[in-house]
């Protein structure tokens, strides 16, 4: 038996026992963030019900207001094309005047384009109204991620938060076709854009004023940043690791993005249903089953999301990104087959869900600051975050203005690229396996 002696603790030293409660104190979870968490819901919420919204009452205001096919389109995808330019920027922007300012200024703007376009009276307004939101949204999409990712409080918390956050994002667009089915019967599509919109813009608007402002964690995070930028390694191949990275979210997100616009146009390609002179919205319009079969659709990223997270530090990212490529291929081949409801639903179903397990394996990229580096994190990640949102952009414009033969043929062709940039991203083995 060892003397006592032998089980003193010398100065300088760290005792096993001693060690242990360090460890488990810092996977804790802090009241900022319990904060964050909180934040990051809200905030995925309303993003979320934004990026759906377009899908769910396009073909109410276009029979209400009496739009060409052309009209209706570019009504449809002018948000997206405005948040993607918004997303690319909002790195820099922040940089420039900062994260918690920038999300600021992107809530009020968004309340305020959100209640002009419930009020307005012509497609010009209309139109104007959109384009604000989707710069807004865009704004803050990735930004309001960094804000999260600079004050959690260590790596496990951070990625539990992220996940919870993304699957969030994914409810949102789940909540607004089942809202709308509910809804739209009963009030017009202006009062229902107030009743989506306007209750998660409201919430991170005080949270931002009254509970992250001047934090004592983003003053730690302020100091721990001085401490270590002498110590700062520049990231190699930076500009090569960002344009994979770039091109691999862009064809992901074409992939998920089109089912928003996808659905509902396939299966009105199936109901043949046309507006007559004074027809009835009611009669000519996606709704009912037809958004709960929507609904369903986006929720599929909910499952693919968490099976994504699962996957994380067990699958390489490129053995399971080359699968889902694979498997990506033979759906859109078999949704060339759009003979019934079920060949819509289960074909978009099982993208979404693929997209869901592509959609965090990036996630957890973007979230990686030593992937991109400490200096040049908020804008390479935005840069990121954003160039992916144009591939989402390019999938709805294409289900927008194109047949949707022509829509899956592409998807088919872009998900067989999708597997030769998985195998190209070697940066992501590297860092993951290290």
């Known amino acids: 038996m060892a003397d006592s ?18 460890i488990e104190q810092q996977q804790s979870w802090t009241r900022m963030d319990k904060l964050l968490l909180v934040f990051s819901i809200v905030m995925n919420l309303g993003d979320g019900v934004e990026m759906y919204l377009p899908g769910v009452i396009a073909q109410q205001v276009s029979c209400d207001i009496e739009l060409s096919p052309l009209l209706e389109g570019i009504l449809q995808c002018i948000q997206y094309f405005t948040l993607a330019v918004a997303t690319v920027t909002s790195g820099l922007l922040a940089d420039r005047f900062g994260t918690r300012e920038l999300t600021l200024f992107s809530l009020y703007l968004s309340v305020i384009s959100t209640v002009v376009c419930a009020v307005v009276a012509d497609y010009a307004t209309l139109l104007l109204s959109r384009a604000l939101i989707g710069f807004c949204v865009g704004l803050n999409l990735w930004i309001h991620n960094v804000i999260v990712t600079e004050l959690a409080s260590s790596k496990e918390v951070l990625s539990n938060i992220s996940l919870i956050g993304s699957t969030m994002y994914t409810f949102g667009g789940v909540w607004v076709p089942v809202l709308g089915s509910i809804l739209l019967d009963v ?28 934090t004592a964690g983003s003053q730690m995070q302020d100091k721990q940043n001085e401490a270590t930028q002498v110590e700062t390694v520049a990231v190699p191949n930076l500009v090569t690791r960002l344009t994979k990275l770039c091109f691999y979210r862009a064809v992901l997100m074409f992939q998920g993005w089109l089912t928003i616009l996808l659905v509902p146009a396939m299966i009105q390609l199936i109901n043949i249903r046309k507006a007559g002179l004074k027809s009835d919205c009611h009669e000519t319009a996606t709704q009912g089953t037809e958004l709960f079969i929507l609904a369903l659709v986006t929720f599929a990223a909910i499952p693919g999301k968490l099976f994504g997270g699962f996957l994380q530090k067990r699958v390489s990212f490129r053995k399971s990104q080359v699968a889902v490529g694979i498997l990506n291929v033979g759906i859109f081949a078999a949704m060339l087959i759009q003979e019934n409801l079920v060949v819509v639903a289960v074909t978009n179903f099982i993208v979404k869900f693929l997209y869901g397990i592509s959609s965090m394996a990036t996630y957890y990229i973007l979230i ?13 990640s935005g840069i990121a975050y954003g160039m992916g949102l144009a591939g989402g952009v390019a999938g709805t414009a294409t289900v927008a203005f194109a047949p949707t033969l022509h829509v899956t043929i592409t998807a088919l062709v872009l998900s067989a690229l999708q597997i030769l940039l998985a195998i190209s991203m070697t940066e992501v083995e590297k860092r993951i396996t290290s």
């Open 5 to 22: 002696e032998d089980l003193q603790i010398q100065p300088g030293e760290i005792s096993y026992k001693e060690e242990t409660p360090l």
């Open 187 to 214: 009030v017009e599509w202006r009062v229902f854009i107030l009743l989506t919109s306007l209750p998660f813009f409201l919430p991170p608007i005080f949270m931002l004023h009254f509970c992250l402002a001047d």
């Open 368 to 380: 990686d600051k030593e992937f991109f580096g400490e200096t040049k994190y908020a804008s390479a």
